[in-house]
């Protein structure tokens, strides 16, 4: 069984989505879900079903024995950052070297980087009069949104659509397209077949 934990600061849909999709897998199970902040609604969701969630704050996040120690404990194989909003720290990355997606709502490597997250991103996107936006899952590196893109997909947008037009419809990727990604991920790296 692979062990797999999300990591999130926000509402959590993409989190509940894929705690739902490995639901009852054979192969993947949905260990942890880690946030940064405790009043993020991914931790009410990750409660609902039945999944151990753990807070850490960022100064705790940058305390290396802790963080490892918590990975250790649950058994964790491989991490999604799913909203996650901090910078992972060098030690984590090499420590899950090849073990660790991010999903970014953008095309990388355009609107990517340090303050490109959220509403952000869609804000950008408008602004530069895009005929499409999409979601990028990318492994993570020690650049902000700079690993190498695993996969994506795309949106047509309308001269029309309104930031919170184009953050929907890259949502509706997210939500049909991400945890397959993961699962086709965890394949190609042999960790199941």
């Given amino acids: 069984m692979v062990n ?3 990591f999130v600061s926000g509402s959590g849909t993409n989190c509940e989505n894929i705690i739902r999709y490995f639901h009852n897998h054979p192969k993947v199970t949905i260990s942890l879900v880690v946030s940064n902040k405790a009043d993020a609604y991914a931790l009410v969701r990750a409660q609902k079903l039945n999944v151990k969630s753990v807070v850490l704050r960022k100064s705790e996040f940058n305390d290396r024995e802790r963080v490892l120690g918590i990975m ?4 964790i194989d491989f991490i999604v950052l799913a909203g996650f909003l901090l910078m992972i720290p ?4 090499a420590a899950y070297d090849h073990r660790m997606i991010n999903l970014h709502p953008a095309l990388l490597p355009k609107f990517g980087g340090l303050g490109m997250y959220g509403h952000h991103v869609h804000e950008a996107v408008k602004e530069a009069e895009e005929v499409e936006t999409g979601m ?3 492994w993570v590196s020690n650049v902000c949104d700079d690993g190498e893109i695993i996969a994506q ?3 047509a947008l309308l001269p029309s659509d309104s930031p919170d037009d184009i ?3 890259e949502h ?3 939500m049909k397209h991400f945890p397959q990604i993961i699962e086709e ?3 190609k790296e042999r960790l199941i077949e």
């Fill in 136 to 138: 990028t899952v990318h």
């Fill in 172 to 174: 509706q990727l997210e």
């Fill in 72 to 75: 250790k404990e649950n058994h």
């Fill in 167 to 169: 953050a929907e419809k």
């Fill in 4 to 6: 797999l934990a999300i």
């Fill in 153 to 155: 997909y795309k949106t």
């Fill in 90 to 93: 060098d030690w984590l990355i």
């Fill in 185 to 187: 991920t965890l394949v």
